[in-house]
């Protein structure tokens, strides 16, 4: 145990590295930040002021060890636009974007695991087509478009919900989040269901995929013969089971929400990461970009070996030194 | 099962059962249907649009944003209305369906040419080849494939062969993957045992005789793929960062009308959209079917 979570740390380390050192060297090829930054009416010696105020001056190779030399110390540079680390300046917009993944995921598995459970346990209800034929249009509507429609709908047409910018916040335990009043909830509704929904499309066809095939196993029937409700059936016997692929990919797909909140936040005009580092990528904020995707990159390691130990928490027949570590 | 096969009529080529079976959901019919129906507009847009929405002669700029079913002043009805620039939007769909069609199934065949080899190269080769390869897929598919693709858009900047760089770089990995495992079941099956015996060359092997045998659980990736690869080019091309405004997709034509959506003006994102979702839900329906035909986990 001790030995595999060693392991990935060190690779964990080594993917940061490779990840760095490809965006470094591709955000350096493209564009020059102090076009974008100077005001366009400055001369020559101004602009080279500036050059050499941001250290673009030097070679690309001393750009990168001066940035891995900061990375050490937990600085990685300065926003060009912001004029701060660029760190704080994503440690910031963090609260907001992780409310809004939690709203959504909490969403997702609410309403996703009951109906891909009746979906699975009557397959040939009308219901349960009805709900099948749901998550495939889940499925196929892409995200940004579902939030214009819900835009339109809840927004303009009927007026019920605000569509842009994020409610007041509250302080919970040191983090300014807004879901915790109705008037901050309200603001985050409408883009939370926008980022559910395909979650919750995927959720209940893996929930009804794998009730379908576990349904057929033995220990189900030996439950049934031994006499068990059928609550207790399903409820302790088949859930128990059903959970295992679930925590996985609900684990490995609030990553994935994470990341596509850079779409929903366009969209709502949320004050997310998502939408800095959109941002941040027209106006050739490098500091800020290169900053977010290791922050992103360490999340999702982080992640990942938090569903392979909670798997392994669930399913004893899962020897972690047996995972690929 | 077994009665299923007493009542067929004498021997049944795996082709006709794999007809009869794919038939058997009306849904997946329906979604054949469309699938047709959307591949015929994009190749034929052309001669069906009453527009050339590149030819920026016939746009008249007084007919920007008029709402569907307003007539131009040469006498022309704009069934679907038009956009800011007064390209009728019937038009501009069809074309841009043409080019979102393009750019994910040209992204999906190459992707799956390399990940297929690559795929079954490794379960062929195994060891240390297929140990790396393995890795670099597994940390690949860690990461969504949205957050991979912004990021090489934004470094290699916009164009259809950029964006099909982005879509391949992103998707060859579920390929694969979903080919050497595949690859690995047959790889200790007798024909292989019989094929290296003969002596056949590597490469023969592998293409012929391995790579024919892993193909049905590929067909199913690559349908969802190439779903997937429509949608993110447009989200992409939405947020600004895929296809250039000359050669506009769905998801740039959705995004023009992403800014006058709050005064009303419905149409010019919402049309297009329609267009996506057909496009996609009907892909999503076939590939949906095939997986349960070509699932030999599924008794049937």
Same mark, same amino acid.
Request: aromatic fraction near 8%; avoid cysteine.
């Given at each position: 145990?001790?030995? *595999?979570?060693?392991?990935?740390?060190?690779?964990?380390?080594?993917?940061?590295?490779?990840?760095?050192?490809?965006?470094?060297?591709?955000? *350096?090829?493209?564009?020059?930040?102090?076009?974008?930054?100077? /005001?366009?009416?400055?001369?020559? &010696?101004?602009?080279?002021?500036?050059?050499?105020?941001?250290?673009?001056?030097?070679?690309?190779?001393?750009?990168?060890?001066?940035?891995?030399?900061?990375? %050490?110390?937990?600085?990685?540079?300065?926003?060009?636009?912001?004029?701060?680390?660029?760190?704080?300046?994503?440690?910031?917009?963090?609260?907001?974007?992780?409310? %809004?993944?939690? =709203?959504?995921?909490?969403?997702?598995?609410?309403?996703?695991?009951?109906?891909?459970?009746?979906?699975?346990?009557?397959?040939?209800?009308?219901?349960?087509?009805?709900?099948?034929?749901?998550?495939?249009?889940?499925?196929? %509507?892409?995200? *940004?478009?579902?939030?214009?429609?819900?835009?339109?709908?809840?927004?303009?047409?009927?007026?019920? %919900?605000?569509?842009?910018?994020?409610?007041?916040?509250?302080?919970? =335990?040191?983090?300014? =989040?807004? &879901?915790?009043?109705?008037?901050?909830?309200?603001?985050?509704?409408?883009?939370?269901? /926008?980022?559910?929904?395909?979650?919750?499309?995927?959720?209940?066809?893996?929930?009804?995929?794998?009730?379908?095939?576990?349904?057929? =196993?033995?220990?189900?029937?030996?439950?049934?013969?031994?006499?068990?409700? /059928?609550?207790?059936?399903?409820?302790?016997?088949?859930?128990?089971?059903?959970?295992?692929?679930?925590?996985?990919?609900?684990?490995?797909?609030?990553?994935?929400?994470?990341?596509?909140?850079?779409?929903?936040?366009? &969209?709502?005009?949320?004050?997310?990461?998502?939408?800095?580092?959109?941002?941040?990528?027209?106006?050739?904020?490098?500091?800020?970009?290169?900053?977010?995707?290791?922050?992103?990159?360490?999340?999702?390691?982080?992640?990942?070996?938090?569903?392979?130990?909670?798997?392994?928490?669930?399913?004893?027949?899962?020897?972690?030194?047996?995972?690929?570590? | 099962?077994?009665?299923?096969?007493?009542?067929?009529?004498?021997?049944?080529?795996?082709?006709?059962?794999?007809?009869?079976?794919?038939?058997?959901?009306?849904?997946?019919?329906?979604?054949?249907?469309?699938?047709?129906?959307?591949?015929?507009?994009?190749?034929?847009?052309?001669?069906?649009?009453?527009?050339?929405?590149?030819?920026?002669?016939?746009?008249?700029?007084?007919?920007?944003?008029?709402?569907?079913?307003?007539?131009?002043?040469? $006498?022309?009805?704009?069934?679907?209305?038009?956009?800011?620039?007064?390209?009728?939007?019937?038009?501009?769909?069809?074309? #841009?369906?043409?080019?979102?069609?393009?750019?994910?199934?040209?992204?999906?065949?190459?992707?799956?040419?390399? #990940?297929?080899?690559?795929?079954?190269?490794?379960?062929?080769?195994?060891?240390?080849?297929?140990?790396?390869?393995?890795?670099?897929?597994?940390?690949?598919?860690?990461?969504?494939?949205?957050?991979?693709?912004?990021?090489?858009?934004?470094?290699?900047?916009? $164009?259809?062969?950029?964006?099909?760089?982005?879509?391949?770089?992103?998707?060859?990995?579920?390929?694969?993957?979903?080919?050497?495992?595949?690859?690995?079941?047959?790889?200790?099956?007798?024909?292989?045992?019989?094929?290296?015996?003969?002596?056949?060359?590597?490469?023969?092997?592998?293409?012929?005789?391995?790579?024919?045998?892993?193909?049905?659980?590929?067909?199913?990736?690559?349908?969802?793929?190439?779903?997937?690869?429509?949608?993110?080019?447009?989200?992409?091309?939405?947020? #600004?960062?895929?296809?250039?405004?000359?050669?506009?997709?769905?998801?740039?034509?959705?995004?023009? #009308?992403?800014?006058?959506?709050?005064?009303?003006?419905?149409?010019?994102?919402?049309?297009?959209?329609?267009?996506?979702?057909?496009?996609?839900?009907?892909?999503?329906?076939?590939?949906?079917?095939?997986?349960?035909?070509?699932?030999?986990?599924?008794?049937?």
């Amino acid at each position: 145990m001790t030995v *595999f979570v060693l392991r990935r740390l060190a690779q964990t380390l080594l993917v940061l590295l490779i990840t760095s050192v490809l965006v470094f060297g591709g955000l *350096f090829l493209i564009g020059d930040p102090v076009e974008i930054l100077v /005001n366009p009416s400055a001369d020559q &010696i101004e602009k080279e002021r500036a050059t050499k105020a941001l250290g673009l001056d030097k070679p690309l190779h001393e750009q990168y060890f001066g940035f891995l030399r900061g990375a %050490l110390t937990g600085n990685l540079g300065n926003s060009f636009v912001y004029a701060r680390p660029a760190l704080e300046v994503i440690f910031e917009r963090m609260p907001a974007t992780l409310e %809004l993944a939690f =709203l959504a995921m909490v969403i997702a598995v609410v309403l996703g695991i009951p109906l891909g459970l009746y979906a699975g346990l009557r397959p040939h209800s009308v219901l349960s087509k009805t709900i099948m034929a749901g998550s495939i249009l889940g499925f196929s %509507l892409p995200t *940004f478009w579902v939030g214009l429609i819900l835009i339109l709908i809840f927004a303009v047409t009927l007026g019920w %919900l605000p569509s842009t910018g994020r409610g007041p916040t509250t302080d919970v =335990l040191g983090l300014q =989040l807004s &879901i915790f009043t109705w008037e901050g909830l309200r603001y985050a509704l409408l883009p939370a269901i /926008n980022l559910a929904l395909f979650k919750l499309s995927l959720i209940i066809r893996l929930t009804r995929a794998q009730v379908r095939e576990q349904s057929l =196993l033995d220990y189900i029937k030996f439950a049934r013969a031994k006499g068990l409700t /059928n609550a207790r059936v399903i409820g302790v016997h088949l859930l128990k089971n059903i959970m295992i692929p679930l925590v996985t990919v609900v684990g490995l797909e609030l990553g994935s929400v994470i990341a596509f909140a850079v779409v929903t936040e366009t &969209i709502f005009a949320w004050p997310g990461m998502g939408k800095l580092v959109i941002d941040s990528i027209f106006q050739l904020d490098r500091p800020v970009v290169v900053a977010y995707l290791m922050v992103v990159v360490f999340m999702f390691i982080v992640i990942n070996l938090v569903v392979d130990l909670l798997y392994s928490v669930l399913d004893p027949r899962v020897r972690l030194s047996e995972v690929k570590g | 099962m077994s009665a299923i096969v007493a009542a067929a009529p004498a021997v049944e080529t795996p082709w006709q059962r794999f007809r009869r079976q794919f038939a058997e959901s009306r849904l997946a019919l329906l979604g054949l249907a469309l699938l047709v129906v959307v591949i015929a507009i994009a190749l034929f847009a052309p001669w069906i649009a009453p527009q050339n929405p590149y030819d920026l002669a016939k746009l008249d700029l007084l007919d920007a944003r008029l709402p569907p079913g307003a007539q131009a002043a040469d $006498g022309m009805t704009y069934w679907l209305g038009t956009d800011g620039q007064g390209r009728d939007m019937l038009s501009a769909i069809l074309y #841009g369906l043409r080019v979102s069609l393009y750019v994910g199934v040209a992204s999906g065949v190459i992707a799956l040419t390399l #990940g297929a080899v690559i795929g079954v190269l490794a379960a062929y080769l195994g060891g240390r080849f297929e140990q790396i390869i393995m890795r670099i897929v597994d940390i690949q598919l860690g990461f969504p494939a949205i957050l991979v693709a912004l990021i090489l858009l934004a470094v290699l900047g916009k $164009g259809v062969d950029k964006i099909i760089i982005a879509l391949v770089t992103v998707q060859w990995a579920y390929y694969a993957r979903t080919a050497r495992s595949a690859a690995v079941v047959e790889r200790s099956k007798e024909y292989i045992e019989a094929a290296r015996a003969l002596g056949l060359s590597a490469w023969r092997i592998v293409l012929r005789h391995l790579l024919p045998n892993a193909l049905p659980p590929l067909i199913v990736v690559g349908t969802v793929q190439v779903a997937h690869a429509i949608a993110l080019e447009a989200t992409l091309s939405f947020l #600004g960062l895929g296809l250039p405004p000359t050669e506009p997709s769905l998801g740039l034509l959705i995004a023009n #009308g992403y800014e006058v959506l709050m005064s009303g003006k419905y149409w010019i994102s919402v049309y297009p959209g329609v267009a996506l979702l057909v496009t996609i839900l009907a892909i999503n329906l076939v590939g949906d079917q095939l997986r349960d035909v070509l699932n030999p986990r599924l008794s049937r």
